[in-house]
C-alpha cells in the first residue's frame, strides 16, 4: 500500500455511527459523567449483541465539519473517559460484556482538559479497567493513538482492522517531537511499528481484522460483517469464563508486553 493511500485511508474511513446499526441490536445511547459534562467525542450506550446484552464505549470523530466540530475531532476530555468508565462499571454490576470501538488521534491536550483532570482520568480508566470482572474486547477501527485510545482499550481481547494504526503517539507528533519535523510522517510510521502486521507480530494485538480489497471506506457494510465476525469468535471463549478468569487473563496479556530473552 503507498503511503499516500495510507493516509487517505485513515482519513475516511468508516466512523462509529457506521458500525453501530450493522453489529448490535437495540443501541441506546446514555450521556454524561454526571460530574461535569457530556463529552461528545465519547459514545457510551446499552445494545445486544448477537441476542447478549453488552455495553458499548466508543470513539466518535464525526464526519462533516459540524460532527467533526462537535466531537472534537475524536479528541476526549477528561468528562469523555469518566463518562466511559461510569458505563463500564454499570457493566460490571449487571454482567454485562463491553466492547470498545476506537479511533482517536488521541486525547484532547488543552489547558481546560489538564485542569480537569486528564492525566488522572486516563489513569484511572487503566486501573479500574484492569480489574473489571466482565469480559472487555477492544476493536481499533482507525486511529488509536496514545493515551487517548489505551484509555477504553485495557481489554482482554485487542482486534485491529487491517488498515488501522495502533500507537503510542500519532506519526505527525511523533516526528514532531522526535525530528522537530511533522513532514517526517512517513518515517514515524516505520520507526513506531504502528500497522496492524508489526503489531500483530508483536503481541500488542490479538487478531487482525480483515477489510476489503479497496479498504473499509468502500464498503462499511462489509467491513462491519468482517468485525462482527470476529468479535462474536473472540467473545464467546471469554462468556465461558469466570470473573476470577477473566481479571486474572487480562492481567497475564498486559503482563507479557515486552518480554525478551537476554542472549
Not at 455511527?17 to 437495540?26: A, G, N, Q, S, T
Not at 441506546?28 to 461528545?40: C, F, N, P, Q, S
Not at 488522572?120 to 469480559?135: D, F, G, H, Q, T
Not at 514532531?176 to 520507526?191: G, N, Q, T, Y
Request: proline content about 6%; overall charge neutral.
Amino acid at each position: 500500500m503507498g503511503f499516500i493511500t495510507f493516509l487517505y485511508l485513515l482519513c475516511f474511513r468508516p466512523i462509529i455511527h457506521d458500525y453501530i446499526p450493522e453489529l448490535f441490536e437495540d443501541f441506546i445511547e446514555l450521556h454524561g459523567d454526571r460530574g461535569y459534562a457530556d463529552d461528545k467525542a465519547v459514545l457510551t450506550g446499552l445494545a445486544r449483541f448477537n441476542g447478549v446484552p453488552v455495553t458499548v464505549v466508543g470513539h466518535v470523530k464525526g464526519r462533516t465539519t459540524a460532527e467533526k466540530i462537535e466531537s472534537n475531532f475524536g479528541m476526549p476530555h477528561p468528562e469523555g473517559y469518566r463518562k466511559a468508565l461510569r458505563q463500564m462499571k454499570l457493566a460490571e454490576k449487571f454482567c454485562r460484556p463491553v466492547i470498545t470501538l476506537i479511533d482517536t488521534p488521541g486525547a484532547y491536550c488543552g489547558v481546560a482538559a489538564e485542569e480537569r483532570g486528564q492525566g488522572e482520568a486516563i489513569a484511572k480508566n487503566l486501573m479500574e479497567m484492569s480489574r473489571l470482572r466482565v469480559p472487555i474486547v477492544a476493536v481499533i477501527t482507525g486511529e488509536g493513538a496514545s493515551g487517548g485510545a489505551l484509555g477504553i482499550a485495557q481489554a482482554n481481547r485487542v482486534l485491529m482492522l487491517e488498515n488501522a494504526t495502533y500507537s503510542v503517539i500519532s506519526a505527525k507528533g511523533f516526528a514532531s517531537l522526535l525530528w522537530k519535523d511533522p513532514k517526517r510522517e512517513k518515517e514515524a510510521i516505520i520507526r513506531q511499528k504502528m500497522t496492524s502486521d508489526d503489531l500483530l507480530a508483536l503481541g500488542v494485538v490479538d487478531a487482525v481484522i480483515p477489510e476489503p480489497p479497496e479498504g473499509a471506506h468502500k464498503d462499511p457494510v462489509l467491513a462491519a460483517a468482517a468485525v462482527k465476525a470476529a468479535l462474536e469468535a473472540h467473545l464467546a471463549p471469554l462468556l465461558r469464563m469466570t470473573p476470577e478468569q477473566i481479571c486474572e487473563q487480562r492481567y497475564k496479556k498486559f503482563r507479557a508486553m515486552g518480554f525478551f530473552d537476554e542472549l
